[in-house]
Every structure is written in C-alpha cells, then in structure tokens.
C-alpha cells in the first residue's frame, strides 16, 4: 500500500501545499560505454529517450540521474547541461538511470487549477441542489480522494486504489492543517504552506496511514 502525494488547494483554485510521499515510477540504471546507443532528445525543457529501447529504459523516459548525481530538467544538480556531457567521449562509461518524467512545479499548479474546476463542473452537473462535487476519480494504478471544507479549502491525495482509511486520512490533514498552519501567526490564509510543524505532522500521519491503512477511534 502506497499513498503517492498530498495536495491542498485553495478556494480560488491556487495550489498552496504540495508533498511528494512516494512515486512509484519504473525507474532503470544502466551504465554505457560512448558511443550512446540511444537517441536522446529535448523537449519540454527535460532529455527524453526519442528512439531505442533496452533493459527497461522506454521511448519518453527522462534522464533522471547522471553518476548518481539528480537531473533537473537538462541540467544535472551540479549544473552541467546533460546533452552536452553525455556528447563527450571522455565522460564514459557512465551511469544514467532513466524513468517517467517528474511533474514541474508549473505542472503541478497547472493541474491543481484544473482539477479544481473540474470539481466545480461536477457540482454543477448534479441533478440534486449542494452537491459535494468530485469525491474520488479512480484509475487502473492510483485513486484521487477529495474533501473540500466548508470555507473552500481542498485536501487531495493520490493514493493506490488498494489503500484504506483515506478518508480518515484527509481528515487528519485537515485537523493538522488547522492546528499548524491556521494557528500560525505568520500564515496568511489562502497563501503557500511553509510552516515546518505542518511539513512534519503531516509526514508523520501519511507513515501511521500507510502502515495501519486507517486511523482508529479519536486518533
């Protein structure tokens, strides 16, 4: 059982909170002797597999790692532009782990603004008055869960479709959400969470959810 990340989206559609817990991506690391003998590529600022397949490694797979060292965008974490260094004879054999492209913070505030207007379409679309909206959308791989509350605010997790106790789970969020970020004094309501007690409760309830599957009676 997984719970792959948290959401939380303010009444206006703004993406204010977002944590990463577990990414269950096909990853594969192989090390290569030059020449390469895959055709990489860039597009949409991230090196992707254009053409070969080979030991798990996929057309559209993104270089994530070079040597061990992270891959952000075309850029390793130390700044070299990936293109250009696996182009260079002399920086081989090298260790290049490949898997599903990582959202961007773009892309994530993009479907946080998207999903909220989903949510507004499928109140509207109800044949009864008050709808709550969309509650869960279900896919072969994960399950959206949803809880908006009754000033606006949306707590959206992704967990896998076999996970329980999520709604538990987006109750908890709410009542850490309360006790750690609106009752801090320099939180601004409606505006990004960077409150470190709300960061390490939060954790800490995805850990106790994921390993018992629900929360008990007054927890």
Known sequence: MAIFSVYVVNKAGGLIYQLDSYAPRAEAEKTFSYPLDLLLKLHDERVL?????????????????????????????????????????????????????????NEKLMLASMFHSL?????QL?????????????????????????TGIKFVVL??????GIDSLLRKIYEIYSDFALKNPFYSLEMPIRCELFDQNLKLALEVAEKAGTFGPGS
């Open 49 to 105: 597999v254009a053409f070969g397949q080979r030991d798990g490694i996929r057309v559209g797979h993104a270089v994530l790692a070079i040597n061990g060292m992270d891959v952000n965008g075309k850029y390793t974490a130390d700044g070299k532009e990936v293109l250009e260094y696996l182009s260079n004879p002399t920086n081989y054999p090298v260790s290049i782990r490949f898997g599903r492209p990582r959202l961007t913070s």
């Open 119 to 123: 949510f507004a379409i499928g109140s």
């Open 159 to 164: 967990a896998d479709p076999r996970q329980a």
């Open 126 to 150: 109800s044949p009864e008055q008050g709808s709550s909206g969309i509650e869960i959308l279900e896919t072969d791989t994960f399950k959206l869960h949803c809880f908006q509350t009754l």
